[in-house]
T-cell receptor
Framework: AAGVIQSPRHLIKEKRETATLKCYPIPRHDTVYWYQQGPGQDPQFLISFYEKMQSDKGSIPDRFSAQQFSDYHSELNMSSLELGDSALYFC?????????????FGEGSRLTVL | AQKITQTQPGMFVQEKEAVTLDCTYDTSDQSYGLFWYKQPSSGEMIFLIYQGSYDEQNATEGRYSLNFQKARKSANLVISASQLGDSAMYFCAMREGAPGYSTLTFGKGTMLLVSP
């Protein structure tokens, strides 16, 4: 079965650079979530989209932006990168009306800022 | 206040033994959902089990069961017959409100190590 696809899987950037992470949800999933997991930390919710509109916002820095496109894929854009942005970034998806609310996670994109 | 509390930073268990990972939650919503996810060292988040607040029976999925005690606001994960491949970080998570578009809030996690 198709899963959530994230790219790139690994990314190394320098401070003050920009980075873009991509997420391709499971087919027919219209809701996408972005989470950030720092080293040894629990995943922290950043932002979510439903039907290409932002549906909820968590602890996303102003330097970050995200959007969901017409094909439901999503991109997380990160600018003026800081050392503290080094983390595993998860994208998760689910159908909007899913009974339990379970999120299906991708394998994550590991960002290292040097 | 923490919405999800996992008080065990680490747990050790021998292969084939059962282990219970603790999770307590805090919500004023009547409708909510509780989840357990497994995160091996490779990093991916693997869904294990779900319990809805209105479910009267404890959820079970193979070797995983969720000991749901609503009055105590606890949702402990029980792994029976531990296997070496169960060594991983385990996160308890909660969805508040009715199933819809609300996100999940995670606990700090419990690292489980299974020894031969």
């Amino acid at each position: 079965a198709a899963g959530v696809i994230q790219s790139p899987r690994h990314l190394i950037k320098e401070k003050r650079e920009t980075a873009t992470l991509k997420c391709y949800p499971i087919p027919r999933h219209d809701t996408v979530y972005w989470y950030q997991q720092g080293p040894g930390q629990d995943p922290q919710f950043l932002i979510s989209f439903y039907e290409k509109m932002q549906s909820d916002k968590g602890s996303i820095p102003d330097r970050f932006s995200a959007q969901q496109f017409s094909d439901y894929h999503s991109e997380l854009n990160m600018s003026s990168l800081e050392l503290g942005d080094s983390a595993l970034y998860f994208c998760a998806s689910r159908p909007g009306a899913f009974l339990s609310g379970e999120l299906f996670f991708g394998e994550g994109s590991r960002l290292t800022v040097l | 206040a923490q919405k999800i509390t996992q008080t065990q930073p680490g747990m050790f268990v021998q292969e084939k033994e059962a282990v219970t990972l603790d999770c307590t939650y805090d919500t004023s919503d009547q409708s909510y959902g509780l989840f357990w996810y497994k995160q091996p060292s490779s990093g991916e988040m693997i869904f294990l089990i779900y319990q809805g607040s209105y479910d009267e029976q404890n959820a079970t999925e193979g070797r995983y069961s969720l000991n749901f005690q609503k009055a105590r606001k606890s949702a402990n994960l029980v792994i029976s017959a531990s296997q070496l491949g169960d060594s991983a970080m385990y996160f308890c998570a909660m969805r508040e409100g009715a199933p819809g578009y609300s996100t999940l809030t995670f606990g700090k996690g419990t690292m489980l190590l299974v020894s031969p």
